[in-house]
Every structure is written in structure tokens, then in C-alpha cells.
């Protein structure tokens, strides 16, 4: 990720996303004194600092996912939920609230 000055337009920070060099950041989302990132094809968000790029916290939306499924009463739909990926961010200014979209082969 590069941090840019809007003022003078040159590189204020630079800070990796990733252990794997190859994932691309498919979209982001500020929130407060953060930044939510969703890699592609990923189903992790990760959280970083806005100023620093302290890398704060990682959330697996699978998780929650695979449970919504196992709690289903349709049968097809209690087999473990695969594929699943981020799709859309956004925060929220006013509840404070981070909404995901995300995508799930069942």
C-alpha cells in the first residue's frame, strides 16, 4: 500500500498487505483510525493503522458463514459452505457499524 500526500503528491509510507507477495488488495474501506482491506479471492478483511501501517487485526469471515450454513434446516446447505470471499466494504461514520459483502459456493 502506498500512502500518498495529496499536497506535494509523493509517497508519505509504504507498507506491505500481505506475507504473500502475489495477493492483490481488492478493496478498502476507512474506518476511523483504520483501514479495512479485503484481499481477492480471500475471505480474511485485515485491519490496519491509517497512520502508521501497523497491521492490528485479521477477521475470517468463513467462520461465520460456515455457521450460518451448519444452523440451516435445508440439507444441501449444511454441507460446509467453500469458496467463500469478500465482495464489498463499508464502514459506517455513524453506528460505527463495518458491513461486509461476500460471496460463498454451497
Avoid at 500512502?3 to 509510507?13: F, G, K, M
Avoid at 449444511?78 to 461476500?102: C, D, K, M, P, Y
Wanted: proline fraction near 2%; charged fraction near 15%.
Amino acid at each position: 500500500i502506498f500512502v500518498i500526500s495529496p499536497e506535494n503528491v509523493t509517497v508519505e509510507h509504504l507498507f506491505s498487505t500481505h506475507n504473500n507477495t502475489s495477493a492483490q488488495v481488492y478493496k478498502m474501506v476507512n474506518s476511523g483510525s483504520g483501514v479495512w482491506l479485503a484481499i481477492r479471492n480471500s475471505p480474511v478483511i485485515r485491519l490496519f493503522h491509517a497512520k502508521t501501517g501497523e497491521h492490528l487485526e485479521d477477521y475470517d469471515i468463513s467462520t461465520v458463514v460456515h455457521h450460518l450454513f451448519t444452523g440451516s434446516h435445508n440439507s444441501s446447505r449444511r454441507r460446509r459452505a467453500e469458496n467463500v470471499r469478500v465482495t464489498a466494504l463499508l464502514a459506517s461514520s455513524s453506528t460505527g457499524a463495518l458491513w461486509i459483502g461476500g460471496y460463498c459456493h454451497v
